[in-house]
């Protein structure tokens, strides 16, 4: 069987996403990123490289605990200034036709009756290409900034995903459970635009939240969004397995990524569904050129640009430890996270390196591009071995690609790598019809009925 190798664009609306100090680089354009133009722009040049879509990530907080205080991220640009990425999908549809959209937002910060609102039109608007990436929050700067201050005492990390499963409970109930497909009638001999006895409240009570009424939009293309998930410590593996229907992951070593997919793989079968109902894509940059010197040297070029103090900064926040604390040469061991907790899971003991612990100063050097993913370096053909090697070493089907710089890194793997993949078969040469989730899946529009969504349906939808 060929293998199908998926592109999805990492990005985020900012000046630093995932490499600090990159921005100084003569061929960055991040800076440009409150230039609409520049989500345009990407948006047809991803869809030109047949990328399955653009992964908007998005914090609602301060990278503040490197040094307790935002000096470093304000210093650095590390995720701040942000803004805020929904607008920018509306954009970005309207210049393509097919590229599919992986809006983050967080779970903790929302009413979910005006966010299923936003989400529908998003999805109408899109003809159903978008994507709801669910996050917790992992920042403590947001939820002290948002929440109350009895809401602050439960910012555990698994009482974050408890939250979140009422959340998504009530959505489901909006998007699957209020309207039935046929209650717009649009009917202007008899003047009825909908029919009333086709609407139905929801009638939640809840943990934390009591919505009675009716959602107030009608059933979008996919009604629910595909749903984007990135968790994969214990309590958001389980999460993820129950809800997602594509997850994100990241791992500096194909050992840790493949044991990372096999236990998602586990805690599928568990939910009830199974390994071909997701599609798992790895965190990874391509740094690539027309040959290996060259792929090389671009390398070494991007390494002189980063920020080790602000990928310390953006570190710390992920893994919720002040690296400021520690020596650069101090290994990275015996950290308990309430932020990511698979990150620092991921450079603990990792085997895939003999065995012997991180050091910190290995860890903000790793980080300076693309985040906590590896980085491939080479030209077209060597780059396309590589994403091979890591498909069959860990199973996973396709990769969240970050950049060292934009939207040059994102083009160079459309002129270098993607037509060496579709010249072997395991890449598209073009896009299949249909709203995401059937571009996806090769499937229905809707939430299949093995997704939990799907039990929220009433008579007479999706017949």
Request: charged content about 20%.
């Amino acid at each position: 069987m060929t293998r199908r190798i998926r592109f999805n664009a990492f990005d985020m609306s900012c000046v630093v996403h995932q490499s600090p100090g990159l921005w100084r680089h003569p061929e960055d354009r991040s800076r440009d990123f409150t230039d609409l133009r520049y989500w345009t722009d990407l948006a047809q040049l991803l869809e030109k490289g047949n990328f399955d879509g653009i992964f908007l990530a998005d914090v609602l907080g301060l990278y503040d605990l490197y040094g307790a205080s935002p000096d470093a991220a304000l210093s650095a640009g590390v995720q701040v200034p942000v803004t805020d990425p929904l607008p920018l999908v509306s954009a970005m549809a309207a210049v393509t036709e097919h590229l599919g959209f992986g809006l983050t937002t967080g779970t903790a910060f929302e009413h979910p009756f005006p966010f299923a609102r936003r989400i529908s039109t998003l999805d109408h608007l899109t003809n159903g290409r978008l994507g709801w990436n669910v996050v917790t929050g992992y920042l403590p700067s947001a939820a002290e900034n948002t929440q109350s201050r009895s809401q602050l005492d439960t910012f555990d990390h698994d009482a974050r995903y408890d939250h979140a499963d009422e959340y998504l409970e009530v959505l489901y109930k909006l998007w699957e459970g209020s309207w039935e497909d046929d209650a717009v009638l649009a009917d202007p001999v008899s003047g009825v635009y909908t029919d009333p006895a086709k609407v139905h409240p929801i009638n939640h009570t809840g943990t934390h939240y009591t919505v009675p009424g009716i959602h107030v939009s009608a059933p979008s293309p996919q009604r629910t969004p595909v749903i984007f998930q990135a968790g994969a410590s214990s309590r958001g593996s389980t999460f993820a397995a129950t809800h997602a229907e594509a997850i994100f992951v990241a791992a500096p070593t194909q050992e840790k990524l493949a044991g990372v997919v096999a236990t998602l793989t586990q805690k599928l079968e568990e939910a009830g569904r199974s390994r071909s109902d997701v599609v798992i894509y790895a965190l990874l940059t391509v740094i690539t050129d027309a040959t290996e010197e060259k792929a090389q040297a671009k390398a070494a070029d991007y390494r002189s640009y980063i920020d080790h103090e602000g990928s310390l900064a953006l570190i710390s926040g992920w893994m919720g430890v002040d690296f400021s604390s520690f020596d650069l040469d101090d290994p990275v061991a015996g950290i308990e996270s309430n932020a990511i907790q698979s990150a620092v899971a991921a450079f603990q003991r990792s085997s895939g390196d003999e065995g012997r612990e991180w050091t910190v100063r290995e860890l903000a050097e790793f980080g300076g591009i693309g985040g906590l993913g590896p980085v491939l370096v080479g030209s077209g053909e060597s780059v396309a071995d590589q994403l091979e090697e890591w498909v069959d070493a860990t199973g996973v089907d396709g990769f969240n690609l970050a950049y060292a710089v934009t939207p040059g890194t994102f083009r160079d793997v459309i002129d270098h790598v993607v037509p060496v993949l579709q010249a072997r078969g395991e890449y598209p040469t073009s896009y299949s019809p249909g709203t995401l989730r059937e571009k996806l899946f090769d499937a229905d529009a809707h939430v299949p009925d093995n997704h939990p969504a799907a039990r929220f349906t009433p008579t007479g939808v999706h017949a």
